[in-house]
């Protein structure tokens, strides 16, 4: 059934970003955008989670943090790392407290580059999540691994966006 | 009479009635903040994708918790809608509550601990209405039995305008609407994350759900009884009612509890005992 694709949950998390993405994410939920088309819902709690976004890089300070958030969550869920900082450790990638991107500490299943991302980067990387969400399930389900394939990327911000 | 018809009618139409409500509810209240909204159908894919997830539990006893929870959501509203006593109606309907608090105190989580606590508060809160409701159709219609209550030839209404009113105000509360979901929330408010749904997951989050729908249900048919005389009107009230309480949810921010306790009991006080005093006076005169 394809209802985890109807409903997907987010629970967001600021890792050391400049709030650059964080507002973005939030207009995501204004009325110019309103995701909750989508059934997308900002909820605060990981337990009720399905998608987890993250914004900004891994430092000392936040490890922690993230790998609880990311074990709280229950299966089948997928991390979605909003803005380059989250990508790759982005320009703060070589300072002496940043380990970089989100995903040397749990798997990343798709990437929205951009500083700061566009809503409409990061609307398109969540709905790219809701298929790998499905895989998952469908793994989850019949046992059978999935596939692994190269992670996706959400497509650039479109010319003459807003 | 009790007819196990209406009983077997409401245990298979108040969810869907019920996640409709909640569709409407989500449209309605899009469309007041200006944006398109999720489809009316949203409360069945969520709660079809929170039975997809995995049964992940913080506590074993949870699960029994919240399994009681619903049994008892049922059995309160299959009991009402089958014309039975309205005094075990409203037992029934404080023992699943009781049971979704204790659900909520079974996990050793802060924010589940202060979400149960204030879960009691509106309990206390709203119960000598709901009692007081049932006292005021009793003196009026000289019987506790819903069936008899709805066979009362006049509108119960028009001798209970006070209890009505009173009720309504507590309806904000059962509802889980603003500015009385002090206790948990189905929208963004993220003060105590998520109050006593915090530790459930997948198809715990899923009965609680469900279980809200039955009860929307039967709080919306004990609006109707203040109306049951003439249906088309109850009809008519119950959807105005569902309309104000979503007008008040998007209009008004949650309040504290001290101010939606003592709210709740000043208007408690005055508009039902009043309406009791004077009820019982000409009744004894």
Request: charged residues 15%.
């Amino acid at each position: 059934m394809a209802y985890l694709q109807k409903s997907p949950w987010i629970i967001h998390y600021d890792a050391s970003s400049c709030n650059g993405c964080d507002i973005e994410i939030l207009a995501c939920l204004t009325p110019m955008y309103d995701v909750e088309r989508f059934g997308i819902i900002n909820t605060g709690n990981p337990k009720h989670a399905d998608v987890f976004v993250v914004t900004g890089s891994v430092n000392e300070q936040n490890r922690d943090v993230i790998k609880n958030i990311y074990d709280q969550m229950p299966d089948p869920k997928v991390v979605v790392a909003i803005g380059i900082c989250a990508c790759s450790g982005g320009i703060f990638r070589e300072c002496y407290n940043v380990a970089g991107g989100i995903d040397m500490l749990i798997p990343v299943d798709v990437y929205v580059p951009g500083c700061a991302a566009r809503p409409e980067s990061i609307i398109d990387g969540i709905v790219k999540a809701l298929g790998i969400l499905e895989e998952k399930r469908t793994a989850l389900v019949t046992g059978v691994p999935r596939e692994q394939p190269a992670p996706a990327v959400a497509g650039e911000k479109p010319a003459g966006g807003v | 009479m009790i007819s196990l018809v209406y009983a077997a009618a409401f245990i298979l139409l108040a969810p869907v009635v019920g996640g409709l409500l909640a569709g409407i509810d989500r449209k309605i209240t899009a469309h007041m903040q200006g944006r398109v909204g999720p489809s009316i159908l949203q409360p069945f894919y969520d709660v079809g994708k929170l039975f997809e997830k995995d049964k992940a539990v913080v506590n074993d006893t949870q699960r029994f918790y919240i399994l009681s929870y619903f049994i008892f959501a049922i059995f309160t509203g299959a009991l009402f809608f089958a014309g039975g006593d309205l005094l075990l109606v409203i037992f029934a309907l404080t023992l699943a509550e009781v049971f979704l608090v204790l659900g909520a105190y079974a996990a050793n989580s802060p924010y589940s601990h202060v979400g149960a606590e204030r879960e009691l508060i509106q309990v206390m809160a709203y119960e000598p209405m709901v009692i007081l409701s049932a006292v005021g159709m009793y003196l009026v219609t000289r019987s506790f039995n819903v069936s008899e209550i709805a066979g009362f030839p006049q509108l119960v209404v028009i001798f209970l305008p006070g209890i009505f009113l009173g009720f309504l105000y507590t309806l904000t509360i059962k509802l889980r609407k603003s500015p009385f979901d002090i206790s948990t929330s189905h929208h963004a408010h993220q003060e105590i994350v998520k109050g006593v749904t915090t530790e459930f997951s997948g198809p715990n989050l899923g009965f609680i759900e469900v279980t809200h729908w039955y009860e929307t249900v039967f709080l919306l048919g004990f609006v109707f009884l203040f109306f049951a005389a003439n249906w088309i009107l109850g009809i008519i009230a119950v959807i105005i009612v569902f309309l104000l309480e979503l007008y008040i949810d998007n209009t008004n921010a949650r309040v504290k509890w001290q101010l939606a306790m003592k709210s709740t009991w000043v208007i408690t006080l005055i508009a039902a005992t009043v309406n009791l005093a004077v009820l019982a006076y000409f009744v004894v005169v």
